[in-house]
């Protein structure tokens, strides 16, 4: 394992890990890395570059065995196990992801969602119980999460990720639009759909200007 | 304009534009580029880079006045206008995004959601009633919207995707796990939860063993 591997290379890899996804299920045995520039966009250099830290991929005029490989880019992301994650917060954005199928199919486990308001708590969502966000700390200790969704409004995500990390949370995956401060040896992705539209917008009034 | 800015400045601008409307919301009035290293995690040689792209902010030994600062961010973005948008799919992602605050409130101005499920047509969500997605064309020719978010299954996002940019779209942010196929003067970007979670997982991972 190697620790320096850029980010950059480990989103392409779940790019490629989804695109061979889809090949597996249209029952396509090999593919050349021609193809995969053809159809994900990431030019054939780079893709055999983001392959070449982890090893000898493919084999010289035969291509990669889709199967092969994509076990391979599982267990280097770690997607090959079962990965409990909670989602704190049981609003629109938590509700959804708590319902999102396509996390099941990748191994990541929805085992608990938490919410601080008494309208909610103990409320079903989906297969779940809505837990008490005061009781996170016991109910991690059982649950045994180690990533956290974080879907809470943004006056109150800091201190909701505090009380995660103290629960034993080592990952989180932060929707709300605040940066969260947290020690080093925890991870933070954040999504900011505000980010993402953002540059969206952007481009289109360069666009315009051409 | 300049066309040639990285994305990873644009997003940082991003980030950047919603700290400052906390500062501003906390009435502070001017920031150093230490402070925003300090607050935001991005280092202040960065930060002065990412705004030289656009000329002179700031003073020094005084620092950057928040509200200035930020209305200069929020026109380099073009989120200082009003930006309609539109829905692709009312499901469990596409509703919660409807009814999200946080774009109001950057004047991305939803002004559309659409869905093909009969039972859906024609139902309310929030404010809106959820229109038919055949009627793309005819509809999106009286909204207005250049941006839409592709919340429908990945089995018909390109096909949604295709009409959407026929209706008049110029800018797509994905949410389906597939690789979207589009003109190359359409921006797409892609918002992938498993992405995010696989990156997460790899890093929990590399701490395990250290």
Do not use: C
């Amino acid at each position: 394992m190697n620790p320096k591997v850029p980010i950059a290379t480990l989103e392409r890899l779940a790019t490629y890990l989804r695109f061979l996804i889809d090949l597996q299920a249209m029952r396509l045995e090999t593919i050349s890395s021609t193809e995969v520039e053809r159809q994900t966009g990431v030019n054939a250099a780079q893709f055999r570059k983001d392959l070449s830290y982890f090893g000898e991929f493919g084999k010289p005029g035969v291509g990669y065995n889709v199967v092969e490989l994509q076990n391979r880019i599982a267990r280097i992301l770690k997607v090959d196990r079962d990965q409990p994650m909670i989602v704190l917060g049981a609003g629109n954005l938590g509700s959804a992801l708590v319902g999102y199928h396509g996390l099941r199919e990748h191994r990541f486990q929805m085992v608990g969602v938490f919410d601080s308001s008494p309208t909610k708590i103990g409320a079903r969502l989906w297969d779940h119980e809505i837990l008490d966000i005061a009781t996170l700390r016991e109910s991690n200790a059982q649950l045994g999460a180690r990533i956290a969704i974080v879907a809470v409004p943004a006056a109150v995500a800091q201190s909701v990720a505090d009380e995660a990390i103290a629960s034993g949370i080592k990952a989180l995956l932060n929707f709300a639009p605040i940066i969260l401060r947290v020690p080093n040896r925890i991870v933070v992705r954040n999504v900011s759909f505000l980010q993402e539209l953002a540059v969206l917008s952007y481009y289109l009034a360069v666009d315009a200007q051409k």
